[in-house]
């Protein structure tokens, strides 16, 4: 209990010249400002507890506002959405009465505070955002970034992420199906943990986060309610309120991924009984953020009584509890009559569940505290109306001279001798090596409908054993396109998740994505993050794949140094029968291995002139999204009438990398011939987008020929699968042993 | 008529629907039973499925362990009824002293999720009538704590009376993800009590029986084919 006398609304109004911590809670003065203006008051302690965390940028996006709105205006003519930007996560219908909901969103700081807790978390917020609109989840994927690979401090990162996720998601029973792990220096101090998760559900069962119907019952249902996560309230609690009481409590949340398996199966029963009208899974800003936005979405006002909140601490303030942010929580508004059965179905499953307010007739969120009214707001004025910011951009002064330091000219392997020594070297060096050590932390087998999985193009998961219907999932990002020019970079990424969800057979149909850059008060970071939204929005519209929600994470940078602008793009597709996906290992010796579109000399960004030459200039390969929408046709065609036994994308490292990793996953070799008008070193690594190589069987090579000859697809026949060496004819043989041993001991050498 | 097999579902159990697909692809009737309940709905065999059980708190199975069902297991496959534990299930089963030995935490300290290669080493108990002895199988394999240890005596007395029904196999290098994956004494991946009613093993046969799916083997199958067989014929 307080000392000082409870600030209720009364007090506040009473008392207009107290002085708040409003800085130290991160508003700015202007800001403050404006909430006494909506108030018509000072805001008592409670109330800016929650202005303060609804209108940070993780909360608000008030600095990325302005430009993601594009992703509504540019939104493609698509019937495929069912729901989107704006709710906890997108829905999408895949046919069959099926939808599907899938997001990606950031941990990056928590992570490196706290590598395990933060990544853990970190699913397991998104795996609540997917239960909140009422499907089972069914499978995570984790896009990853870190530092150096060699540097002292990935060390300490990488694992304790890896083993978080894995923790948390294989206790929660979710497959993991895909993602990327990627190191670059710029990511030092700045590790990107992005994850994501699909769920799947009836048509008819999509919840929203809305509370309507007054009368009907707030219920907090899931975990105690502690002191984790309250960064700034504990400010509040302590500075002004009660300066005595000790207040130093974790910055980063700890997760119980035991209490959210409960939490899933607890809802899902709910759901089934139809026992739910509105939901909202506390995540970031807790209790302020579920309150506020399932009354603001709803028809009506709530009244919310503080003191029924189960807390795991009996000493914390109102403030506290209403910014916390402990994790395994959900709010759920439940008819009066139906209340008791919700009830029931928690004790079923020993789930706390605690009625803690209604939905009311007005429209003021009004919230109670030990009898005094403690917050009188309109929850509107919290969860939607926070500030906006046109803030200033440029671009950057070193962008000509960065896109003028052409990768072209780098030193070219002068034999083929050292040709196969690049060769090598690339297929071992940190970002092109095998992540196997990283992926068998995860479980990928659980629930039973695993179809691909890592290191897949894309993760494909059947949602119906009857008819084998299936959805496929990638995500992909390359923050040196982006760098090298943010705008081709964002589209680069889209390019290679759809190009990914192709290459298994799936039909693309929308995009997430999480957004990670530097800070947006540096107008250079905020042309990058201008330039890739406006890109992305650009391609989405092209291609037909909206976009149906993401993650915007500012803020990645220590001191001067930004990060890469990393957009990390996930794209969801579905596929009639999983029996037809194409898989990336080669399957039977003797299939032609066919190259599909067309090679340039493309190597800004890309992995050679990484590994090779530690250089980073020039432009990035071409966009042509007309070019990626017909491969993509050509290989679900393709798949869909049995003409490829396996396929793989290429993208970083190029040919030769997509070449080896098939053999490696096949055990089988390659022979392959250099195409005539390339020659050798452009053959193997180019970085030219819009390209696949495909292994097809004897019996099917007219039939495929014909295909891309009739829809104009360059295609040009590079080798056939066969030995067990990958020999690129009159160049050099490289035997599978020492590929795999190259490809496969880097990263346990590295991390284990 | 077909066999009534039924899995149980413990707060944290996450293969129970696996298991009962397998349990349908075989060709028997899944049946759901649930921790709080006792009853065990005159079920002709049980599985304790894979999963967290009370999130591996305290020690993986240990709370299960004492969940009203098991009291019931318990006493049944004493007097014959066959049950079979996976990963937690064995884990459970060990807990529970129906199998001699534990599991300890994996000796690299890191979850581990692979295609792993076993042996049968006894094909003569109730789920394991369908291979052949010596039978060499693919089988996914994830864990954490799944390294099975016991004292001499027991690893003595499990080999002398062939008790040991599953082993880890190499595949030349184990650097190449196979071999004994955790560090398992005599390279133990499953066992099974005298009588042969009750199997426990850490793999996941319930994850190897469709071909498109998981593994994309389904080596997994005979466990469930054996039992049906079994309770078919009985």
Known sequence: ?752 | MTARIGVVTFPGSLDDRDTQRAIRLAGAEPVALWHKDKNLHQVDAVVLPGGFSYGDYLRAGAISRFSPVMETVIEQAKAGLPVLGICNGFQILTEAHLLPGGMLGNDHLHFICRDQKLRVENADTAWTADYESGQEIHIPLKNMDGRYVADEYTLDKLEAEGRVAFRYVARGEAAHGYGNPNGSLRDIAGITNEAGNVVGLMPHPEHAVEPLIGSGRTDGLPFFTSILKKLVNA
């Open chain 1, 1 to 752: 209990m307080s000392r000082t006398p409870l600030d209720t609304v009364e007090h506040a109004a009473a008392t207009p010249d107290v002085e708040l911590p409003w800085a130290e809670l991160g508003l700015k003065k202007d800001e403050y400002e404006r909430v006494v203006e909506i108030l018509g008051r000072r805001p008592t302690g409670a109330e800016l507890a929650m202005y303060s965390v609804m209108w940070s940028e993780h909360c608000s996006y008030k600095s990325s506002k302005v430009h993601l709105r594009q992703f509504g205006e540019k939104a493609p003519q698509s019937d495929a959405l069912l729901v989107g930007i704006g709710e906890n996560a997108g829905v999408v219908d895949v046919g069959q009465g099926y939808a599907v909901t899938f997001k990606v969103e950031s941990h990056n700081h928590p992570s490196y505070v706290e590598p395990y807790q933060g990544a853990a978390t970190g699913v397991g917020g998104i795996v609540r955002d997917i239960i909140a609109m009422g499907a089972r989840p069914v499978a995570v994927v984790d896009p990853l970034r870190f530092g150096a690979a060699d540097h002292p401090d990935t060390k300490r990162v990488l694992p304790g992420v890896v083993a978080g996720i894995g923790g948390y998601g294989n206790c929660l029973g979710l497959p993991n199906i895909g993602g990327e792990v990627v190191f670059d220096a710029c990511y030092q101090g700045n590790p990107l943990v992005n994850a994501g998760a699909i769920g799947v559900m009836r048509h008819e069962d999509i919840h929203l986060a809305k509370a309507s119907g007054s009368g009907n019952k707030v219920i907090l249902y899931g975990a105690r309610t502690g002191g984790d996560g309250i960064g700034g309230a504990s400010i509040l609690a302590s500075e002004t309120f009660d300066d005595a009481k000790p207040s130093k409590r974790p910055a980063v949340q700890v997760g119980d991924p035991f209490q959210e398996k409960l939490l899933i199966e607890c809802t899902l029963e709910a759901f089934k009984e139809k026992l739910v009208v509105g939901i909202q899974d506390l995540g970031a800003a807790g209790l302020s953020c579920a309150t506020s936005e399932l009354a603001s979405n709803g028809s009506g006002g709530m009244r919310v009584t503080l003191d029924d909140v189960p807390l795991r601490d009996s000493t914390l303030s109102p403030e506290e509890i209403l910014m916390s942010e402990s994790q395994e929580r959900m709010c759920a508004v439940v008819e009066p009559e139906k209340v008791d059965r919700f009830l029931e179905i928690c004790d079923k499953w020993d789930v706390i569940a605690t009625v803690i307010g209604e939905v009311t007739d007005g429209d003021r969120l009004e919230i109670y505290w030990h009898g005094g009214k403690i917050v009188d707001v309109d929850p509107r004025t919290v969860a939607h109306d926070g500030p906006v910011y046109e803030r200033p951009y440029a671009r950057p002064q070193w962008q000509d001279a960065l896109q003028a330091d052409d990768a072209g000219k780098l030193a070219r392997p002068a034999s083929p001798a050292e040709l196969k020594d690049q060769v090598r070297k690339l297929v071992a060096s940190p970002n092109q090596a095998s992540k196997k050590w990283i992926t068998s932390q995860y479980d990928h087998f659980v629930q039973g409908n695993t179809v691909l999985a890592q290191p897949e193009d894309s993760g494909m998961i059947r949602i119906d054993e009857e008819s084998g219907l299936g959805v496929a999932i990638a995500t992909d990002g390359n923050g040196r396109y982006a760098k090298l020019d943010p705008y081709a970079g964002a589209q680069l990424a889209l390019a290679e998740a759809y190009r990914n969800v192709a290459t298994t057979g799936a039909k693309p149909l929308a995009v997430s994505d999480c957004l990670n850059f530097g800070s947006p008060e540096d107008p250079a970071v905020m042309w990058q993050f201008a330039e890739a939204i406006r890109g992305l929005a650009d391609a989405c519209q092209q291609l037909g794949t909206p976009v149906t929600g993401g993650n915007v994470s500012l803020y990645n940078q220590t001191g001067e140094a930004a990060i890469h602008p990393t957009p990390v793009v996930a794209v969801l597709g579905v596929i009639d029968d999983v029996a037809r996906r194409t898989p990336v290992a080669f399957q039977e010796e003797g299939q032609l291995l066919y190259l599909l579109g067309d090679t340039r000399e493309e190597f800004g960004g890309s992995a050679w002139s990484q590994v090779v030459h530690d250089h980073l200039g020039g432009l990035p390969p071409k966009v042509d999204l007309e070019r990626e929408r017909l491969l993509g046709e050509i290989l679900i065609s393709a798949s869909r009438d049995g003409m490829i036994d396996s396929a793989h994308d290429l993208s970083d490292g190029g040919l030769i990398q997509a070449v080896v990793e098939s053999a490696l996953l096949g055990e089988k070799g390659a022979r392959l011939v250099v195409p005539d008008g390339l020659d050798a070193f452009t053959f193997l690594f180019s970085e030219s987008a819009g390209r696949a190589v495909v292994a097809v069987p004897r019996s099917e090579e007219l039939r495929f020929n014909d295909m891309c000859g009739a829809r104009g697809l360059p295609v040009t026949r590079i080798g056939v699968v066969d030995g067990d060496s990958v020999d690129v004819q009159g160049e050099f043989a490289l035997s599978l042993e020492e590929l795999r041993e190259a490809h496969e001991a880097t990263i346990p050498a590295l991390l284990a």
